[in-house]
């Protein structure tokens, strides 16, 4: 019974990224409409068509590998620029591009500018970011109801837990009589304190605190505490130095200054302020995972030649994403309020991860359009600023060769995160 919870909600979360996508797609279309831009084809999924119809000058369907998405805009390409130049394999491979393009290229489009190429640059930025910003839209809006309804779990600057020794030995649990007491220990913390203030500096929230230890090393610390409601001055300590996990990469172990306690924990409810704050620590966490993709997708292959374990710090792909949220559903482990609240959580993780994926400046990725856009203005008011000939368009076409080699890097990679997702999937409980 418990497999078939976790396949039904792995297929359930499945479908909701393929909505995701869905809205993505629609994020470009409709900004691309409004400004005039022919769209002749809107599609979920690639390869062989399972269904379409027709609407207006739009054809909408769905295919049979549900992977992805696009939205076809006319005029991607603009012309070939006139005037001789060296033919290279590179122009001829972008002008065959070109021309398969243009042949669904009428007159009445040029003439009419409904071609991508000859909007205007803001025009093009709404457009080309319209994708990633639905998706961070969706992220948003699940967010909030979330932390809105069920609440966060966050730190707070009450202590729970005091560690009473520095333990030398790391394969032992238990303080030995040689073992030195932690600096919370040696300075008189006690489970329950408020810490008031680190160092002189007000504490408002257990995240400052934690970045005002790990910076402190090994320096000198002075606390202050609530304690039955008065203030209390702890005996000055010094923290210690040891490997903790990153705040951005929790994979990855950084020296940092070590105090020995745990803060209790609390279900706090909040607004569109309190998601903000956690999009842009998600968004900085995301964009480590980001530079480091290509190195943990290689430790991923690695590791299913030699067999070892899947970490949970390990990228995934929609599969493996899926499969997660439905091993969280059928855990005995949480009740269903914290369910339902961790399953858009990921749901809402994914979107801002597409979001941000897309922004990456390299094409096929609509940051490489959005680059591209970019290039074109500066490179034309530049030319008009210094009295020049204006360049004219941008050839996008030039980096299709970019565009295949990052697409292929990306297929590759998604092929081998879904095989070892499958094969060795990621266990959370």
Known sequence: METLTVIGFAVAFFALIMVSVALHEIGHMVPARLFGVRVPRYFVGFGPTMWSTRRGETEYGVKWFPL?????????????????RRRTRLAEFADSARAAEWEEITPTDVEQERLFYQKKTWQKLVVMAGGPAMNLLI????????TATYGVVRPQTTIAYVQACIIADPARTECAPSDPPSPAAAAGLR?????????GTQITSYAQLSGLIRANRDAEARIVVERDGALVDLTPVHTVVTALPDTLDPSNRVQGGWLGVSPQTQLVRGGPVDVLGDMWTMTQQSA??????????????????????????????????????????ASGE?????????F??????????LALFNFIPLPPLD?????????EWLRRTGARLFGRRDPGFFDTAKLLPVAYA??????????????ADIVSPVQLF
Do not use: C, E
């Open 68 to 84: 992805g998405g696009f939205v076809q805009l006319l005029g991607m390409y603009p012309p070939r620029p006139d005037g001789r």
């Open 139 to 146: 992220a948003f809006v699940l967010l909030l109801g979330v």
């Open 406 to 419: 990052v697409g292929a890097l990306l297929l590759v990679s998604g092929v081998v995160l879904i095989l």
């Open 288 to 329: 480590v995972a980001l530079v480091q993709f290509p190195l943990k997708v290689w430790h991923v292959v690695w590791g299913l030649v030699t067999g070892q374990p899947r970490s949970v710090y390990d990228p995934i792909s929609i599969v493996g994403a899926s499969t997660v949220a439905g091993q969280v559903v």
């Open 191 to 199: 489970p329950g304190d408020r810490v008031v203030s680190f160092n």
């Open 344 to 353: 858009f959580s990921l749901l809402a993780a994914v979107n801002l991860f």
């Open 367 to 375: 940051g490489g359009h959005i680059a591209g856009a970019l290039y």
């Open 334 to 342: 949480v009740g269903l309020p914290q369910k339902a609240a961790t």
